[in-house]
């Protein structure tokens, strides 16, 4: 199992503050300057629980999400259960390195640093290769990275988070090192999930997570037939990359 599949009973209360709609705003800005054709659909590709695939589907779009842990996938489709228009969004189990689909996208989508979870360059590029195969000549590519400069002056550094539940409280407490040779930061989880008396349980795990450089992101994208059309920084695509934004927006386009 995954360490997502580990966690995915906690994965919406520790993610709840994260502004989901904020960053659908921002698609939907990027795909009215960038775009040359409207956007009907969209691949979300590392989908998780749903979030973005659901918010757009409320805008209208149609969606495919695809995740390689079933847990995940199970908690998405339980939140579309009463939403109209069901035939317009649908979740797929698989790996996006390898997941195949005879359908095409106006556009494709890969959140939450889910590219980063490619660690060496034959995964990204077959995940990549995902994305090019099922996107419309001109179709829009957007993702978030870890971005090397960020990283390296910035340091990783441990972190605790405390969020409340119905029944009690979640403590994740985090800790990294960073292998500078491999561009991989090493998060080690613990999640602990507490009622208002005792520990219910404890789950360990490790985040594998490379971050990227410009030049080599460019070319990684240029062999997949996909070319950079903009960095800006995370949230706010329209701001300019520095050493101070670790997150970053990507936005390519197929080539």
């Not at 189990?93 to 359908?103: A, C, E, F, L, Y």
């Not at 950079?228 to 970053?248: D, H, M, Q, V, Y």
């Amino acid at each position: 199992m995954s360490v997502f599949g580990k966690y995915a009973d906690f994965y919406d209360f520790l993610y709840r503050d994260k502004d989901y709609k904020n960053e659908c705003a921002a698609f939907e800005e990027i795909f009215s300057k960038y775009s040359k054709q409207k956007v009907h659909s969209i691949l979300d590709l590392g989908c998780g629980t749903g979030n973005h695939a659901i918010i757009l589907h409320k805008r209208g779009y149609k969606i495919v999400g695809v995740d390689r842990s079933e847990i995940m996938l199970n908690r998405a489709k339980k939140k579309i259960i009463t939403l109209p228009n069901k035939r317009n969004i649908t979740f797929a189990k698989g790996d996006i390195r390898t997941w195949r689909s005879d359908q095409k996208f106006d556009a494709a989508v890969m959140m939450f640093a889910v590219l980063g979870y490619q660690l060496e360059n034959k995964d990204v590029l077959q995940a990549l290769a995902t994305v090019r195969r099922h996107l419309k000549n001109g179709g829009l590519f957007i993702f978030d990275i870890w971005y090397g400069p960020a990283v390296s002056v910035q340091k990783p550094s441990d972190r605790i988070k405390i969020v409340a539940t119905p029944t009690g409280r979640i403590i994740r407490i985090a800790s990294s090192e960073t292998d500078i040779t491999r561009q991989i930061c090493t998060v080690h989880y613990t999640t602990l999930n507490i009622d208002s008396k005792h520990l219910i349980n404890e789950i360990k795990g490790n985040h594998q997570m490379r971050y990227f450089f410009s030049k080599e992101l460019a070319l990684l994208l240029e062999v997949s037939q996909l070319k950079i059309i903009r960095l800006g920084a995370f949230p706010n695509w329209k701001e300019e990359i520095s050493e101070n934004t670790w997150n970053i927006f990507g936005i390519a386009k197929a080539i």
